[in-house]
């Protein structure tokens, strides 16, 4: 009889950014259900549900790891949460599969980063935005590693040039109440707004954003957009119209054409429904773990080191691309959208760069010339 491996699945679904939580486990869902049916049995997934506290996250870690046997978990949205369970993974020699957006300033052998670091969201970002908005952005932050390390990386990249900082706020992670934050961006008229708020802290800002651009069109999002590097598809429907017009970079968007993507959406249709639209938080945890559970079965075991030199020894294709994990930094190389929200609750791409090498330390690239970035609109 073959073997069966287990692979923990850590993600909260309650709590202030549960949409987050919720589109990565159902990418994660879908990824058992594709490959059950083609290594029908090879693979137990044992989920947990930390509801949002780190405390539960660590416990949950813990759980998957000593009690389950799991050698590879795929979970956590926040970088908090991550570095909570670093040390229990270490312990462990487990491997965690990393697949959101952060900060970067990390590279550790038992992660496989998968989710984009600054040189694949953030510095292509300001790239079109500087030279087209002008360079007095307003920074916002949750609270958190997130908000001050994207703060901190964008108060470098003003500097370098030659801009400065129009404002600045750093908010707990599920505060609403953003009158004070509004009155300062219609104070200091900035070119544009850095958004790193989460949930639903990032819904109320922007409900107030498109108020402010209704009494004075000099904050209308053609004119002073807010710009994200974390906000995706599955958060459309709860921010509604007050979203439209604004920006955000991800590696992957529904919209995104070419690498098979109008087949992947069809067969996400079949499974939830034609008004689905697929977010890179869902495609990278589906593409992640699929990548997963294919190296285990080529290498016939779930050892951390085999199937990270597997990695990085094979190109993968998926959904976001060919895919293959770097051996120093164990991070993915991934494409660079911008998209533009529209009306219908999507995005349209308005600019793209093939997959970037990630540097997640930005070692001598910060301020380098970078690839010249394919504008559509």
């Keep these: ?11 909260s679904l309650s709590g202030p950014y549960a949409a987050l939580g919720r589109e990565c486990r159902d990418g994660a869902e879908f990824a058992l259900e594709h490959c059950n049916r083609v290594l029908p049995g090879l693979i137990e997934p044992v989920f947990v549900d930390p509801a949002g506290s780190l405390q539960d996250y660590v416990e949950g870690a813990r759980t998957l790891l000593r009690d389950h046997g799991c050698r590879h978990i795929i979970g956590t949205i926040t970088s908090a949460a991550r570095k909570e369970i670093l040390p229990v993974v270490e312990k462990h020699d487990g491997l965690l599969w990393y697949t959101c957006p952060y900060e970067g300033f990390e590279a550790n052998p038992n992660v496989i980063y998968t989710g984009a670091c600054p040189n694949q969201h953030l510095l292509p970002l300001f790239d079109y935005l500087l030279p087209r908005f002008g360079k007095r952005p307003y920074l916002l932050g949750a609270n958190y590693v997130w908000g001050w390390e994207m703060n901190r990386l964008a ?83 709860e921010i509604g119209e007050n979203g439209e017009g604004q920006l955000s970079a991800a590696s992957y968007f529904d919209s995104c054409t070419g690498h098979d993507n109008a087949t992947f959406r069809a067969v996400v249709a079949e499974r939830y429904g034609v008004e689905r639209r697929v977010s890179s938080f869902f495609a990278t945890t589906f593409a992640s ?89």
């Design 155 to 237: 108060r470098e990249l003003i500097t370098a040039a030659a801009g400065e900082i129009a404002g600045e706020s750093v908010l707990p992670v599920d505060e609403i109440y953003i009158d004070r934050v509004i009155a300062d961006i219609a104070r200091t008229q900035p070119s544009f707004v850095l958004n790193n708020f989460i949930g639903p802290s990032s819904y109320a800002f922007l409900a107030a954003m498109r108020q402010l651009g209704k009494a004075n069109p000099e904050f209308r999002s053609e004119i002073c957009p807010v710009v994200s590097c974390d906000l995706t598809e599955c958060e459309l429907n």
């Design 1 to 11: 009889m073959r073997k069966s491996f287990k692979i923990g699945i850590l993600y």
């Design 289 to 377: 773990l699929k990548m997963c559970i294919e190296a285990i079965h080529t290498m016939g075991g779930d050892e951390p080191l085999a199937v990270r030199q597997h990695l990085s020894s094979n190109t993968t294709d998926t959904v976001l691309g060919p895919v293959r994990i770097d051996p120093n930094t164990c991070h993915a190389a991934l494409p660079f959208h911008l998209g533009r929200i529209t009306a219908s609750k999507g995005f349209d791409i308005i600019a793209s760069l093939p997959a970037i090498a990630a540097d997640p330390y930005l070692a001598g690239r910060r301020m380098a010339r970078r690839p010249q970035l394919r504008v559509v609109s």
